[in-house]
Every structure is written in structure tokens, then in C-alpha cells.
């Protein structure tokens, strides 16, 4: 007779499990960053930017960079936004001599997807 062992069952427990994440449309903001940049130096300016914004999360998809911040606190306007990214390109090397454009976006268009980076980041 030969013994069988079930292997033990892994139970997974979803983000969306723990606590409901409501976004609202007035805490998030979106820049459209020009000229075009790609997905690695998109996600190396959104974690400098969320170091430099205060309270604010930043992600980038699809050539934008999106905003979050608390209902409490207002929303970084797109001069101070456009501000820190300029003083973050100059402590970038590879992005110092490229001048970095934000254009506001309608922030009415975040997917699925922007709402899952920033719960990711939350």
C-alpha cells in the first residue's frame, strides 16, 4: 500500500478583499508627458515625482503620467507639477538634456488598469 499526500492548498486573499478602493474623479489628475517616452523612464519619472509631490501617488501608462492624492489635500496644479518634473530631470543624467513637456489630460479616461497601479502603489 502506498501512501498518497495531498499537497496543502494555497489560499489567496485579494487586495480588493481586504478594503474596498474608491477613486474619485477630483483627486486624480492626468499629464501627458511630450515628447513621447517610454515605459521604463515613464516609471522611473513617476517614482521620483511621488517622492517630490507631497502626499501624492504618481503612476505612468500609456504616455501619462496619473495623480493621486488624499480628499483632503488639493490636487498639485500642472505649473508645480511641470516644476518638479524639470528639477527631477536635472537629477536624472540620462534625462537632463531632454526637455519634458506636460500637457493636462482628462482624468475621466483612467482604465481599469491606471486604478490597479495606483492600488498597487497605495
Not at 501619462?64 to 490636487?75: E, K
Request: aromatic residues 8%.
Amino acid at each position: 500500500m502506498t501512501a498518497v499526500t495531498a499537497a496543502p492548498t494555497q489560499e489567496f486573499v485579494f487586495l480588493s478583499e481586504v478594503f474596498p478602493l474608491s477613486i474619485v474623479q477630483s483627486n486624480l489628475a492626468c499629464y501627458e508627458v511630450m515628447p513621447e517616452i517610454d515605459q521604463e523612464t515613464g516609471n522611473r519619472l513617476s517614482f521620483h515625482l511621488s517622492r517630490k509631490l507631497e502626499d501624492a501617488m504618481v503612476v505612468w501608462h500609456e504616455r501619462r503620467l496619473w495623480v493621486l492624492t488624499p480628499n483632503q489635500r488639493p490636487q498639485p496644479t500642472l505649473s508645480r507639477c511641470q516644476a518638479v518634473l524639470s528639477a527631477t530631470q536635472q537629477n536624472i543624467p540620462d534625462l537632463c538634456d531632454q526637455p519634458l513637456q506636460l500637457q493636462g489630460d482628462d482624468a475621466r479616461n483612467a482604465t481599469p488598469t491606471v486604478f490597479s497601479k495606483l492600488a498597487f502603489r497605495f
